[in-house]
């Protein structure tokens, strides 16, 4: 379908130059668009005519970025929102009414958790929780109103991975839709859609800009699909900023290469973490120790960028490895270029009950890297410090 390799379409798909021949994309700062007569105006209302109207519905970088990310994920239609979250809301939106069951992995970030699981609710969508690496469970959860499977992989913090091939296949015989979350590992590592899913959903906001500066978000996948969200999008208007489009598909140039580097700077930093003194455990789909690590090798391209592990002590000893560090950051952001650390169970998870954060295995004394592109001498110094404390 389309002529090029990942790396050349990262930099050259979606290009369109205006009447000035910019080499680089241009930005369009404008919310509106103006039309060379009343009879003009008119088609491109009706939709009779092809063209820009109002930014609220299109704009020619926002355009840009979706043609860009669609080529990456391998999709036939993009739309781009303003954060994350309204990517996943506006999906649900566009796809689901009063009555419609949904079936989402447990471990989702948790603003999906809360979306699914107390607003949709209100309005007469019901989810069930399955356990994420349990076929049996997507399958037993299904119901004659199952309309949407909606699974992260892999998820946070723990790293579980989701056979996307597997789920899809249970997904299509309720005939259900299947979105997956592809956030974490992006389409560098990991394309949902050529194993099986109808959707992806992106967190632009973390490793498509991936250097922290903008919030986006976007539903690549089935153009039927991406045409209901883009009609939601249009009238209820949780529509990207032309500025963060245009920061994100800069951001997608260096995308591959960004998440190789920071892949095999996590891997190396998995594997020192597992020999350390008062580490418990490790989790990273690239250890050979992780429970789906052949899956994980078959389903992307590498581990990805986010390492948890647990040491001994709980939370005390935990907040000390934190407190230690002199350079990485403490945020609970990711898919920056700077590596950040995180105390899931008085941050990310700090609103949910002891038990079940237990239940979720999100220890006391578990921490999650964001691991980024600085020296692996200087992100284990900084660790060591705590660490051998
Ligand atoms: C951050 C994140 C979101 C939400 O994205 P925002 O841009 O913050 O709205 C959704 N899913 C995952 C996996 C995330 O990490």
């Given at each position: 379908m389309n002529p090029?390799?990942?790396?050349?379409l990262?930099?050259?798909?979606?290009?369109?130059?205006?009447?000035?021949?910019?080499?680089?994309?241009a930005?369009?700062?404008?919310?509106?668009?103006?039309f060379?007569s009343?009879?003009?105006a008119?088609?491109?209302f009706?939709g009779e005519?092809?063209?820009?109207v109002?930014a609220?519905?299109?704009?020619p970088t926002?355009?840009?970025?979706?043609?860009?990310l669609?080529?990456?994920e391998?999709?036939e239609?993009c739309?781009?929102t303003?954060?994350?979250?309204?990517a996943i809301?506006s999906l649900?939106?566009?796809?689901?009414?009063?009555?419609?069951?949904?079936v989402?992995s447990?471990?989702?970030f948790?603003?999906?958790?809360?979306?699914?699981?107390?607003?949709?609710s209100?309005?007469?969508?019901e989810?069930?929780f399955?356990?994420?690496?349990?076929l049996?469970?997507?399958?037993?959860?299904?119901t004659p109103?199952t309309r949407l499977f909606?699974?992260?992989?892999?998820?946070n913090?723990?790293?579980e991975?989701i056979?996307i091939?597997?789920?899809?296949?249970?997904?299509?015989?309720?005939?259900a839709?299947?979105?997956?979350?592809?956030?974490f590992c992006?389409?560098?590592?990991q394309r949902?859609?050529?194993?099986g899913?109808?959707v992806?959903?992106h967190?632009?906001?973390?490793y498509?800009?991936?250097q922290?500066r903008v919030?986006?978000?976007a539903v690549a996948?089935?153009?039927?699909v991406?045409?209901?969200?883009l009609?939601?999008l249009?009238?209820a208007?949780p529509?990207i900023?032309p500025?963060?489009?245009?920061?994100?598909?800069?951001g997608l140039e260096?995308l591959?290469?960004?998440m190789e580097?920071?892949s095999?700077?996590?891997?190396?930093?998995?594997?020192?973490l597992e020999?350390?003194?008062g580490?418990?455990r490790?989790?990273?789909p690239?250890?050979?120790s992780?429970?789906?690590?052949?899956?994980a090798?078959?389903q992307q391209?590498?581990g990805?960028a986010?390492?948890?592990?647990?040491?001994?002590?709980g939370r005390e000893?935990?907040?000390?490895?934190?407190?230690?560090t002199q350079?990485?950051?403490?945020?609970a952001?990711l898919g920056?270029?700077?590596?950040?650390?995180?105390h899931?169970?008085?941050?990310?998870?700090?609103r949910?009950?002891?038990e079940a954060?237990?239940?979720a295995?999100i220890?006391?004394g578990?921490?999650r890297?964001a691991?980024?592109?600085?020296?692996?001498?200087?992100l284990r110094?900084?660790?060591a410090?705590?660490?051998g404390a």
């Amino acid at each position: 379908m389309n002529p090029y390799e990942f790396d050349t379409l990262a930099v050259r798909a979606g290009t369109a130059r205006s009447q000035f021949n910019e080499h680089s994309e241009a930005l369009y700062l404008t919310s509106s668009f103006v039309f060379g007569s009343a009879a003009q105006a008119a088609a491109r209302f009706s939709g009779e005519e092809p063209g820009n109207v109002y930014a609220r519905f299109s704009n020619p970088t926002v355009t840009a970025m979706q043609e860009r990310l669609a080529a990456l994920e391998g999709a036939e239609a993009c739309v781009a929102t303003a954060s994350g979250m309204s990517a996943i809301l506006s999906l649900a939106m566009a796809t689901l009414k009063a009555g419609d069951h949904v079936v989402a992995s447990t471990g989702l970030f948790g603003a999906t958790q809360q979306l699914f699981g107390t607003i949709l609710s209100k309005f007469g969508i019901e989810t069930s929780f399955v356990a994420a690496t349990e076929l049996d469970a997507y399958r037993a959860a299904v119901t004659p109103r199952t309309r949407l499977f909606f699974v992260e992989t892999p998820s946070n913090p723990l790293t579980e991975v989701i056979d996307i091939a597997a789920v899809a296949e249970i997904a299509h015989a309720a005939g259900a839709l299947f979105a997956v979350d592809n956030c974490f590992c992006t389409p560098a590592l990991q394309r949902p859609l050529e194993l099986g899913a109808d959707v992806v959903v992106h967190s632009a906001t973390k490793y498509l800009d991936g250097q922290g500066r903008v919030l986006g978000g976007a539903v690549a996948g089935a153009k039927v699909v991406v045409d209901e969200v883009l009609k939601f999008l249009r009238t209820a208007g949780p529509s990207i900023s032309p500025f963060n489009a245009w920061v994100i598909l800069k951001g997608l140039e260096t995308l591959r290469i960004r998440m190789e580097a920071q892949s095999a700077t996590s891997l190396n930093l998995a594997r020192w973490l597992e020999h350390q003194p008062g580490v418990v455990r490790v989790f990273y789909p690239g250890l050979a120790s992780h429970p789906q690590h052949a899956l994980a090798m078959r389903q992307q391209k590498s581990g990805g960028a986010i390492v948890s592990f647990e040491v001994a002590g709980g939370r005390e000893r935990a907040w000390q490895v934190v407190d230690a560090t002199q350079m990485i950051s403490i945020t609970a952001n990711l898919g920056d270029t700077k590596t950040t650390i995180t105390h899931p169970a008085s941050t990310t998870h700090g609103r949910i009950s002891a038990e079940a954060r237990a239940a979720a295995g999100i220890g006391e004394g578990l921490l999650r890297v964001a691991v980024g592109l600085e020296s692996i001498e200087d992100l284990r110094a900084d660790l060591a410090r705590g660490l051998g404390a």
